[in-house]
């Protein structure tokens, strides 16, 4: 992770003032649940300053100004106007696939003529049809993707990724493609996230062996990342056709033993027992479109973030997670893209706002924190990211719109006219 507010030289303070609506989401050090999830704590008339790329003050404009002053630097304060538009905790977005080559259209023509998604991938189609090209793609061309999504995504409000490697599949191209995040990163005022994602499918020259790769993914590749610092995490598509439980389980007990955190991509296309996995504690399980009832009441007891991807369910067509369900029992939900050339490419968090309330039956006021202080604490980031107070990161989104609500409610443009990513403001 790289905190880009140490790094520079010092700033003047800034103040984003004329402020119409707040949301700090303040409150609580651990994700939200329940009914807490609809509470975003807004203010009306506010301002807030940030000082070192840290949130200074946060509250009504009187009071935040009072305190501006008394640092007695008015001259050198740089300050912005919002003009009464809204200001939130820039968007987490904790799960993306941000490096890979080129598009996947065939397998979206052919999709649109009906093949499923298990179909095209038994024909060579799916993630496999990216491997090639990121194999035979330069660091340097793939940086320049993965630092193209990360602008697209602070144009829509994000201001944290999460970003996965994936589409190299030996140990070599998983690591040239995490090193390509760690460069786009560094060219990135926001923070990234990174993680292993070597376990995404078996590649074709292991297909009458899988139990070869995931020795590989376990013996090589988490030895490497871990000696390399290049992941904070390991994630494993858990899936038919893709990695079972008991190989989860071998590469969980990998990143343990090299000190890595570890997430999965679990129940997108068939239920898993995720009992099994609870012993890992992993920081998040994704996609859960097939979760059974224990592993929805058991997901509700356990710190796991629940992460919700229903960008995936709109691009291909099929059945949404159940939010509901999930918020009802207690389950911590957060929400994120999916960014992938596959099955949900875009950047737009907004975007995954309107499905959340369209298709999932989330409030507005839930689908912001799920996608802000909840998507921190699914990266293990809770405690500096994720909603505005002082002392957190000051990492902000400002909107062009009176009412918070709607956020969710225009979708396919985009109404953000600003952000902050760790104290530097980058306007649209
Ligand atoms: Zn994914």
């Known amino acids: 992770m790289k905190d880009a507010a140490q790094a520079g030289r010092p700033r003047p303070p800034l103040l984003l003032n004329n402020i119409g609506t707040l949301l700090t989401l303040q409150g609580g050090r651990d994700p939200r649940r329940g009914r807490e999830l609809g509470n975003l704590n807004v203010i009306a008339n506010a301002a807030v300053l940030c000082r070192d790329g840290k949130i200074a003050t946060a509250g009504p404009e009187r009071e935040v100004l009072k305190h501006a002053k008394e640092l007695g630097a008015d001259p050198e304060i740089e300050s912005f106007d919002c003009k009464r538009g809204t200001v939130m905790p820039g968007f987490v977005d904790s799960h993306t696939h941000p490096v890979f080559a080129a598009p996947r259209l065939l397998d979206f023509e052919k999709r649109i003529q009906g093949a499923s998604y298990q179909q095209i991938a038994e024909t060579g189609g799916g993630i496999r049809s990216s491997v090639e090209s990121v194999r035979s793609a330069s660091e340097v061309d793939l940086a320049q993707g993965v630092l193209a999504a990360f602008r697209h995504m602070q144009s829509s409000g994000t201001t944290t990724a999460e970003a996965k490697s994936g589409y190299g599949l030996t140990t070599e191209a998983e690591l040239k493609s995490l090193r390509a995040i760690r460069q786009a990163a560094g060219e990135w005022p926001g923070t990234v996230v990174s993680t292993l994602l070597g376990a995404h499918v078996v590649p074709p020259e292991f297909a009458e062996k899988p139990h070869e790769y995931v020795k590989l993914v376990c013996e090589q590749m988490i030895p490497r990342v871990a000696s390399d610092k290049l992941a904070d995490f390991v994630d494993v598509f858990c899936e038919r056709g893709a990695f079972t439980l008991p190989q989860t389980e071998l590469i969980f007990d990998a990143a343990r033993e090299h000190g890595l955190g570890v997430r999965a991509h679990v129940c997108q296309f068939s239920p898993q027992e995720l009992s099994r996995l609870k012993r890992f504690s992993p920081a998040s399980f994704d996609h859960l479109d097939c979760l059974s009832d224990q592993d929805l009441k058991s997901l509700a007891q356990q710190d796991t973030v629940a992460t919700l991807l229903p960008g995936a369910s709109y691009f291909l067509a099929h059945s949404y997670p159940p939010a509901r369900r999930l918020i009802e029992a207690g389950a911590a939900v957060a929400l994120a893209t999916d960014y992938n050339p596959g099955t949900s490419p ?12 369209t298709q999932m039956k989330m409030t507005p006021a839930e689908s912001i924190s799920a996608a802000t202080i909840n998507g921190a604490h699914a990266l293990r980031l809770g405690g500096s ?23 969710c409610y225009w979708f396919g443009g985009n109404s953000c006219s600003a952000v902050v990513l760790n104290g530097i403001l980058m306007k649209n």
């Open 385 to 407: 990211k994720g909603s505005i107070e002082a002392g957190k990161d000051a990492d902000l989104a400002l909107f062009a719109v009176s009412d918070y609500r709607e956020l």
């Open 346 to 357: 875009t950047t737009s968090m907004p975007m995954i706002l309107s499905m959340a309330c």
